[in-house]
């Protein structure tokens, strides 16, 4: 079983975003950087279902496009257990979905020229742009069966069993192999690398290459940080002619 797990390099989910002046970037001077929570999970499976077939008996690939930075991200993968990387380096500037596929797509062709991935997986969107968009572009440029969202990934024989959460319970679908899927945070508990994993790590190969940015079908227009619920202050009066005001408001929160 050869599986690949497609990643992105992210600020932190639980830190606090600041725009950069011209509201069209983040402030990262003071972020941390992860891959998305989805991505975690989809190394994590990636990794399983290598071991579940035994040593040698089959290998995981995690791919990254991002800038030199990104190494990082690749040696946490691997960390928890992925065999060896890929980095697409850029400058750092964001790229849009249709892109991101291709480049990845054509990383993809030049390496199953030694035989192909049986299985891809993805985020079912990054934790930044959440484009919802990469996984169906890879899997259509393939021209592979793909499902997405998904919550449990099975692989049985020939087939891949993928389940995906729904109001009323889970859809199920069965993809034949070679397939594409992306997935999202639950779908397994990620594992936390350890010291002797960081070593392995370290001393994997990184095959890196740089692929020409082309021109842009879709662009930036403007970031916006979401509000806050926000806070209402209730002026009740001053001095003892408040004191009937605020008992009145204390028996109808039901404290008095």
Same mark, same amino acid.
């Given at each position: ?18 725009? $950069? ?24 499976? $990636? ?24 190494? =990082? ?11 060896? $990387? ?18 990845? /797509? ?7 020229? $030694? ?25 259509? =440029? ?31 679908? /069965? ?19 350890? /010291? ?24 930036? /227009? ?35």
């Amino acid at each position: 079983m050869k599986v690949l797990v497609c990643v992105k390099r992210v600020p932190f989910t639980g830190g606090k975003m600041v725009l $950069a002046p011209d509201g069209k970037a983040l402030e990262t001077r003071h972020l941390g950087f992860t891959i998305s929570p989805h991505e975690e999970c989809g190394v994590e499976e $990636a990794v399983r279902i290598v071991e579940a077939g035994g040593a040698g008996s089959g290998e995981s690939v995690v791919l990254t496009l991002g800038p030199a930075e990104a190494v =990082e991200q690749l040696r946490d993968a691997m960390a928890l257990g992925i065999d060896r $990387a890929i980095h697409l380096q850029t400058d750092g500037s964001e790229w849009d979905g249709e892109s991101t596929a291709a480049a990845i /797509v054509e990383a993809i062709r030049t390496e199953e020229a $030694a035989g192909p991935f049986d299985l891809i997986f993805l985020g079912n969107e990054s934790a930044d742009a959440c484009g919802f968009q990469v996984g169906l572009r890879v899997a259509h =440029e393939l021209g592979r069966p793909c499902a997405t969202g998904l919550k449990r990934v099975k692989v049985e024989g020939p087939n891949v069993r993928c389940e995906q959460d729904t109001g009323a319970g889970r859809d199920v679908y /069965v993809l034949p192999l070679p397939a594409v899927v992306t997935v999202k945070e639950g779908l397994n508990l990620p594992r936390y690398p350890s /010291v002797p994993g960081r070593m392995r790590a370290a001393r994997k190969p990184v095959v890196t290459s740089s692929p020409a940015r082309p021109e842009q079908n879709l662009g930036l /227009v403007e970031l916006s940080v979401p509000g806050g619920p926000g806070r209402q202050t209730k002026l009740l009066g001053s001095g003892p002619a408040a004191a009937p005001v605020v008992v009145e408001m204390l028996c109808d929160i039901g404290v008095a």
